[in-house]
Nanobody, 116 residues
Framework: QVQLVESGGGLVQPGGSLRLSCARS????????MGWYRQAPGKQRELVAQ???????NYADSVKGRFTISGDNAKNTVWLQMNSLKPEDTAVYYC??????????WGQGTQVTVSS
């Protein structure tokens, strides 16, 4: 069974930075895309950022210019660098890997809280 293990969440003041990491436990499929989603209380899960195997990236409008996604296909790892954090970025962040046949894998989620 493939597991995605996340780390890097926590409490940070507005304007601060955090770096999330997500690593895959077993290399049994070829990754097509890696991404980060988030879900705030009472809201639907939303895409934050995504990166393809070829390196193309896609960001939610709300995080453009502040967040940067990067990935290492060989290490089966994806990162999300979050700068200039705002209280509205508070949510549980989930990493997501999608294989070439469309199978999705999710991390367990890591809490990010932006508060003074």
């Amino acid at each position: 069974q493939v597991q995605l293990v996340e780390s890097g969440g926590g409490l940070v003041q507005p304007g601060g930075s955090l770096r999330l990491s997500c690593a895959r436990s077993r290399n049994i499929f070829t990754v097509n895309t890696m991404g980060w989603y988030r879900q705030a209380p009472g809201k639907q899960r939303e895409l934050v950022a995504q990166i393809t195997r070829g390196g193309s990236t896609n960001y939610a409008d709300s995080v453009k210019g502040r967040f940067t996604i990067s990935g290492d296909n060989a290490k089966n790892t994806v990162w999300l660098q979050m700068n200039s954090l705002k209280p509205e970025d508070t949510a549980v962040y989930y990493c997501n890997f999608v294989s070439f046949i469309g199978t999705e894998y999710w991390g367990q989620g890591t809490q990010v809280t932006v508060s003074s």
